[in-house]
């Protein structure tokens, strides 16, 4: 590292220091001296072995692990954990700090930023039209969603946003010695009280939970961070030479989605009572901002009408609040807010059909969002109107963008079930009907025939005096919920319906056929749809198959004809973590590259306006890596200034719970969208044509070997599930669904969250390389030149260096002197040295290749951030993985104590806090 680079992060280094020096002064307190002797001594071992890559240090640091009890082993567990923990923290606050550093020395603007992309649309002659014509149709979504792999507690989130805002103060302010004390002694207590509150949860989430622990991320970021970055948006355009005159008018790029209490696809607890539950929490939460914020604009705005001359629509709208007191008479500002306080109060009343309200005599509520944005309008027109338009920019200007992003209903909710689901309740409901005896053994043509018909019948189906099945009522009354509460909060509160495993025409169909049942589709002329119907491809065959199913369904008039009333837009999701589950790593990017390239086609062949939707994880085996290159390295035109993309487990509380980095990765979405969308030209020429050539054919020599290894090799499935902690993970209270979608072991039952985590935990992390090195390598043998078309590959283009990026990370996390360890565990001797031998070889040669086309001589040369960060963390995650494969023996030998299980538990919160990005 270079004496720059050192000095850069020396403020860093010294606030890991001193947060590691509390944790041991808590340690030593709680635990007494011999167990904080013990733990300091196993440390001492991790770091001499990483500093000197010695055995004999490693067979040192296995003897300090060995033999002890169950209480030590939970002390050490829970120690190393939280220093893994501690630093993430300090990590966050310094990449903040830096960029804070950055921007205020006039620096060039940093990579990601939406200024550096403004810049970058000037160079490339962008005009104000194409600008302003991105802006208007601009739509970028983070999806939140309630998957198990963010293994961290609330309780425990809370203290950890405490220690890094007291940590924060520490450099942003100046401080006596007084207040520097006072300000250790709060970190002190809070990482005592870390040491003193459970990790763990002692009961299984359920969906209710993970809404509230959703809805806790709008409180710490996106109901401030979300309307700021708009704000600052408009700010940075009025400002730019060339873009000036798009600032006068509201530019809204984000808006918030949700799938938690939406998603009951293989989530039985999901029901029509969860899913309206969520969207009147969504409206409780967004309705509660407002109320403060309005307070707090109230105590600012003291304008008195002696010394201001205020319009008479303000006048208008304060003499309708009830204040009669002197003082306030001649506040007009005041009591109009008042009396905008008092009708939002009324509107919130009618929509919950709350009591617990008191509204006073005469107000109305508001008839809808805009007629809220109206009184807040008028109040900016009345300060602009006085020469007081710096007042109307301030918290007013923030609030109306708010309400502008979250209207009453803060957030959408997305609905997503499997399409074997509806087929069967659509099945139900024809045979009842008497309209359709058997629709399941039906071909796909008939299918489709039939439910043409029935779209355009205006006749229901359903009757009040027929018996249904217990699935039918109960899928039903999620689709009556969605008609309910888009009466009640607006279309905008639940407007996408996702269909999980769409493989045909008529899987869609079947779900436009349910939404006429309730209303969501009108039949008629002029039809009306009232949500999107989005079909989801997951596995690689769905991904090869989607053009053809869009494209014949935009060839029938009916559906073309429900579209006309979505404004001839269509939505797509590409699942990540399925396809890379089926195909393997390289397979599985490329298939979504070809897939999202054909949609574009199909796409602009019939003129419809495309959506993609990408179900991204955390883990790069699941679609994750930086938000900004992943975007980048879409094909052109699949972006088209509209994106929707998941934010999965423990990614929303590393990405979204602290405020200044959470609006930084939002920025760093309209950044990417903005260059994706204007910037990027790569497509049909000759040279490229060659480039997609090379990678098909890299692609199915990968898609072979992974295939081989993961489905075709016998006992796999017996390795995976002795190898690694998936059984144990299974039990783990982070999330509400079942780890497998059916009871059974196979591997193609078994969701991709806990695949890709369960390999992760035992640092072979699998599904981030496996096929890569066995694929180039036969490339190279091929082709004389095959290194130096790779190579070009990767300067020229950049979805292969992104894919390259993220494997680089993968590998540098990965480690085969522990997954030997791991591998230990499985029983069969024969079994296990003939699968770990491929695995090893196969990581081998992966490395080996990536280096050669990357031409960096160690991991991550490129990311000397990164790097530093994954080398200074080993120390502390060694130990736990030693001690998690230790656990795990005894627990298999029937030591099922419940103090093994705690143990083990901690091990695995530990590993996923010092990897970070797991699942």
């Known amino acids: 590292m270079s004496e720059h680079a050192s000095e850069k992060d020396l403020p860093l280094k010294e606030d890991i220091r001193f947060l590691g020096r509390i944790l041991g002064?808590?340690?030593?307190?709680?635990?007494?001296?011999?167990?904080?002797?013990?733990?300091?001594?196993?440390?001492?071992?991790?770091?001499?072995?990483?500093?000197?890559?010695?055995?004999?240090?490693?067979?040192?640091?296995?003897?300090?692990?060995?033999?002890?009890?169950?209480?030590?082993?939970?002390?050490?567990?829970?120690?190393?954990?939280?220093?893994?923990?501690?630093?993430?923290?300090?990590?966050?606050?310094?990449?903040?700090?830096?960029?804070?550093?950055?921007?205020?020395?006039?620096?060039?603007?940093?990579?990601?930023?939406?200024?550096?992309?403004?810049?970058?649309?000037?160079?490339?002659?962008?005009?104000?039209?194409?600008?302003?014509?991105?802006?208007?149709?601009?739509?970028?979504?983070?999806?939140?969603?309630?998957?198990?792999?963010?293994?961290?507690?609330?309780?425990?989130?809370?203290?950890?946003?405490?220690?890094?805002?007291?940590?924060?103060?520490?450099?942003?302010?100046?401080?006596?010695?007084?207040?520097?004390?006072?300000?250790?002694?709060?970190?002190?207590?809070?990482?005592?009280?870390?040491?003193?509150?459970?990790?763990?949860?002692?009961?299984?989430?359920?969906?209710?939970?993970?809404?509230?622990?959703?809805?806790?991320?709008?409180?710490?970021?996106?109901?401030?961070?979300?309307?700021?970055?708009?704000?600052?948006?408009?700010?940075?355009?009025?400002?730019?030479?060339?873009?000036?005159?798009?600032?006068?008018?509201?530019?809204?790029?984000?808006?918030?989605?949700?799938?938690?209490?939406?998603?009951?696809?293989?989530?039985?607890?999901?029901?029509?009572?969860?899913?309206?539950y969520a969207l009147q929490r969504h409206s409780h939460i967004v309705f509660d901002y407002y109320f403060q914020e309005l307070i707090l604009l109230r105590g600012q705005l003291s304008l008195s009408s002696r010394l201001v001359s205020v319009s008479d629509e303000l006048l208008s709208l304060a003499k309708l609040a009830p204040e009669t007191e002197d003082a306030r008479l001649e506040e007009p500002y005041r009591r109009a807010i008042t009396a905008i306080y008092l009708r939002l109060q009324a509107t919130q009343k009618s929509l919950q059909n709350t009591q617990l309200l008191s509204v006073s005599e005469g107000i109305t509520p508001y008839v809808n969002v805009q007629a809220f944005k109206d009184d807040l309008s008028l109040l900016a027109r009345s300060l602009i109107s006085h020469g007081s338009q710096s007042l109307s920019e301030g918290r007013l200007k923030h609030l109306q963008r708010a309400v502008d992003i979250f209207g009453f209903h803060l957030a959408s909710l997305d609905l997503r079930q499997h399409s074997e689901v509806h087929a069967k309740t659509v099945a139900e409901l024809l045979q009842k009907s008497q309209v359709c005896g058997d629709y399941l053994s039906l071909v796909e043509a008939e299918r489709i025939k039939l439910l043409l018909a029935e779209i355009i019948n205006p006749r229901p189906l359903r009757s009040l005096f027929i018996d249904y099945s217990e699935q039918t009522q109960l899928e039903m009354a999620i689709f009556e919920v969605a008609k309910k509460m888009q009466l009640e909060l607006g279309e905008s509160a639940i407007t996408n319906y996702i269909i999980s495993k769409t493989d045909s025409v008529s899987d869609v169909l079947e779900v436009a056929l349910l939404l006429k049942e309730v209303g969501l589709l009108v039949?008629?002329?002029?039809?009306?749809?009232?949500?999107?119907?989005?079909?989801?491809?997951?596995?690689?065959?769905?991904?090869?198959?989607?053009?053809?199913?869009?494209?014949?369904?935009?060839?029938?008039?009916?559906?073309?004809?429900?579209?006309?009333?979505?404004?001839?837009?269509?939505?797509?999701?590409?699942?990540?973590?399925?396809?890379?589950?089926?195909?393997?790593?390289?397979?599985?990017?490329?298939?979504?590259?070809?897939?999202?390239?054909?949609?574009?086609?199909?796409?602009?062949?019939?003129?419809?306006?495309?959506?993609?939707?990408?179900?991204?994880?955390?883990?790069?085996?699941?679609?994750?890596?930086?938000?900004?290159?992943?975007?980048?390295?879409?094909?052109?035109?699949?972006?088209?200034?509209?994106?929707?993309?998941?934010?999965?487990?423990?990614?929303?509380?590393?990405?979204?719970?602290?405020?200044?980095i959470g609006r930084r990765n939002l920025e760093t979405l309209v950044a990417a969208t903005l260059e994706a969308t204007l910037l990027n030209q790569s497509g049909s020429t000759e040279e490229w044509q060659r480039i997609y050539q090379v990678m098909e054919e890299i692609s199915v020599t990968s898609f072979e070997r992974y295939r081989a290894l993961v489905y075709e090799t016998p006992g796999f499935d017996q390795f995976f599930r002795e190898a690694t902690p998936i059984s144990e993970i299974s039990k783990l209270n982070i999330g509400s669904r079942p780890a497998s979608r059916k009871p059974s072991t196979r591997i193609e039952d078994l969701r991709a969250i806990p695949w890709v985590f369960s390999w992760a935990q035992s640092r072979m992390i699998l599904p981030g390389w496996y096929g890569f090195g066995s694929a180039v390598k036969a490339f190279r043998e091929r082709h004389a030149d095959g290194l130096a078309q790779l190579q070009h590959m990767y300067q020229k283009w950049p979805f292969m260096q992104t894919l390259l990026s993220n494997m680089d990370m993968v590998l540098a996390k990965t480690d085969f002197t522990i997954a030997k360890r791991y591998a230990g565990l499985v029983k069969d001797e024969a079994l296990r040295v003939r699968i770990f031998s491929e695995i090893e070889k196969e990581y081998e040669l992966t490395t080996t290749e990536l280096k050669a086309i990357t031409s960096q001589q160690d991991f991550l040369s490129a990311n000397p951030t990164l790097a530093r960060s994954i080398r200074e963390r080993r120390p502390y995650l060694d130990p736990l993985n030693h001690l998690q494969v230790d656990l795990l023996r005894c627990y298999r030998h029937g030591e099922a104590t419940e103090a093994v299980q705690r143990a083990i538990h901690l091990t695995i919160n530990g590993v996923a806090a010092g990897l970070r990005n797991s699942g």
């Open 25 to 276: 002064d808590t340690l030593r307190e709680q635990e007494g001296e011999n167990i904080y002797n013990l733990i300091e001594g196993i440390r001492q071992s991790a770091i001499q072995y990483r500093r000197d890559d010695n055995p004999t240090d490693l067979r040192k640091l296995e003897h300090s692990l060995d033999g002890l009890s169950a209480e030590d082993t939970i002390a050490v567990v829970r120690a190393f954990s939280y220093f893994s923990h501690l630093s993430n923290i300090a990590e966050d606050l310094h990449h903040n700090r830096r960029r804070m550093v950055y921007s205020q020395r006039g620096a060039p603007p940093r990579e990601g930023s939406i200024l550096l992309a403004l810049e970058r649309a000037r160079k490339n002659h962008i005009t104000v039209k194409q600008l302003s014509d991105f802006f208007s149709k601009a739509l970028i979504s983070p999806v939140l969603t309630a998957h198990p792999t963010e293994v961290q507690r609330k309780s425990v989130l809370d203290c950890h946003l405490m220690i890094a805002k007291r940590l924060g103060e520490r450099t942003r302010t100046s401080m006596t010695p007084e207040e520097l004390e006072e300000n250790e002694a709060s970190i002190r207590r809070a990482i005592l009280i870390l040491w003193q509150t459970n990790e763990l949860r002692t009961f299984k989430l359920r969906v209710k939970d993970e809404i509230e622990n959703g809805l806790s991320y709008y409180r710490y970021t996106f109901l401030k961070e979300v309307p700021r970055l708009c704000v600052q948006l408009e700010r940075m355009v009025k400002e730019d030479q060339d873009y000036h005159e798009l600032g006068n008018q509201p530019l809204l790029p984000i808006k918030m989605g949700s799938w938690i209490g939406g998603d009951r696809d293989g989530n039985p607890f999901v029901t029509a009572e969860v899913t309206q």
């Open 523 to 660: 039949p008629g002329e002029k039809p009306q749809l009232k949500m999107n119907i989005i079909p989801l491809f997951e596995t690689i065959g769905d991904l090869r198959g989607c053009g053809q199913i869009m494209a014949q369904l935009f060839s029938l008039p009916v559906y073309r004809d429900l579209l006309v009333s979505r404004q001839d837009l269509q939505e797509v999701m590409l699942g990540y973590s399925d396809s890379n589950k089926d195909g393997g790593f390289l397979t599985a990017n490329w298939e979504l590259y070809k897939a999202e390239k054909t949609l574009v086609e199909v796409f602009q062949r019939f003129q419809i306006e495309m959506r993609l939707f990408h179900g991204r994880g955390g883990s790069v085996g699941r679609g994750g890596g930086p938000s900004y290159y992943g975007i980048l390295a879409q094909p052109a035109g699949s972006v088209n200034a509209q994106i929707r993309l998941t934010e999965q487990g423990e990614v929303i509380a590393s990405k979204y719970s602290d405020p200044g």
